[in-house]
Structure formats: structure tokens, C-alpha cells
């Protein structure tokens, strides 16, 4: 049996001071290509904790890479790892460190004058094979001018 947790996170791109009027509940959605997606077998070794982030250059992106590679070579898997920071941007959702086979998903990334919203779920399986994972799921968005 599986349950879903559906989980909001707010991270905030810009902080400005205005007063509340209609234009604060402009909402955009924000149409997003998955890079990779999957679990890391090293048991925690990698060093990530349960996050989401938002990945700005080539530098912070290699990075990340090297780390979620510390165990095994997952980024074999991404279908891009070169990525043209000039007109896009990274989007990283870690799930907890687990044995229930979970998996994450990003399943919309909206825009506000106020940031950007991502939501994910995390499906949990009621299976626990002893095996120790972490799910992930990269994606890649427009360079957001704020």
C-alpha cells in the first residue's frame, strides 16, 4: 500500500516591501523538464539532507553533482549535466533518508511577484526491503528575471 504526502515548499527569489493589492495573487506556472530522477544507495554517505534547492550556476551545479556521485555514478543517468545557466535554472528535491522505497516528484513549480512555490509529493511504500535509499528528483526551469 502507498500513501502520498503532499508537501509545499516556499523559496523566496526576491524580498521587496508592497502593499497588498491585486497583483500579489498573480500566479504563473512554470513548465519544467526533468533532468533526473531516482534514489542514492550510499546510505546517507552522500551528506544531503531532506531539501529542496535552487540551483543558480555551472559551479554549485557541479558540486551537487560530485556529491550525489559520492557512492555511485547517478548522474550518468540525467539526461543533461552541461546546463546554460544564462537562461536556466535548477530545481533539486531530496526526500528523507529511508528503507520504505519511497520515491519524490515535483509535481508543479508556480511563480509570484512574492517567489517561486515548488510543490512535490513523496509516494511511501509500506514495503521496507532493508535497503537503504534517498530519493531525488532534479528538473530545469526558465531563468526567472526578479
Request: hydrophobic content about 35%; aromatic content about 8%; proline content about 1%.
Amino acid at each position: 500500500m502507498r500513501k502520498t504526502i503532499l508537501i509545499f515548499t516556499l523559496l523566496l527569489v526576491g524580498i521587496g516591501c508592497s502593499e497588498n493589492n491585486i497583483e500579489d495573487e498573480y500566479t504563473k506556472e512554470i513548465t519544467f523538464t526533468t533532468i533526473g530522477k531516482g534514489v542514492l544507495y550510499g546510505n546517507g554517505v552522500e551528506g544531503i539532507q531532506e531539501s529542496s534547492l535552487i540551483i543558480l550556476n555551472q559551479e554549485t551545479w557541479q558540486n551537487l553533482i560530485n556529491q550525489m556521485d559520492t557512492y555511485s555514478i547517478v548522474s550518468d543517468n540525467f539526461t543533461e549535466t552541461t546546463i546554460n545557466f544564462e537562461t536556466h535554472t535548477i530545481v533539486v528535491a531530496f526526500g528523507e533518508i529511508t528503507s520504505d522505497n519511497s520515491e519524490i516528484e515535483i509535481t508543479s513549480i508556480t511563480q509570484s511577484k512574492k517567489g517561486i512555490a515548488i510543490s512535490f509529493s513523496i509516494n511511501e511504500s509500506d514495503i521496507d526491503d532493508g535497503e537503504i535509499i534517498q530519493p531525488y528528483h532534479i528538473v530545469k526551469i526558465p531563468t526567472i528575471e526578479k
